[in-house]
């Protein structure tokens, strides 16, 4: 039988403030300020032959909602000190691969506006 890999995807979507403690003096992310963030959750995997899928995106839910909730309209720097794109989709993968078995490679996409955003990907979880 042949094997098919395929990347699945599940968007949600939160509000937050914060502001960047190490960008130079004058820096408008300096300031506190708000984005309507885009948090994008990959799963790449094997289409398992019986189901059809990757992974069921109601597991991905089960996941990642409870995530996006610690963050929505909170200030970010409570959670993460210095929460930058990168950072936060570091935290985001490291929280929802430590729960994803090891048949699977994830990828985590934060957006703060339409123009800008950043994915971090690693090994899948072993």
Known sequence: MELHTATISRAY?????????????????GRMHGHSYTVTVAVTGIVHHRSGMVMDFA???TIVKPLIDT???RTLNDVIPNPTSELLAIHLWSKVSSVLDGDHDLAVTVSETARSS?????????
């Open 118 to 126: 950043c994915t971090y990907s690693g090994p899948h979880h072993a």
């Open 71 to 73: 963050l929505d309209h």
């Open 13 to 29: 979507t939160f509000e937050a403030a914060h502001r960047l403690p190490f960008v130079p003096e004058g820096h408008k992310c």
């Open 59 to 61: 597991d991905i839910d």
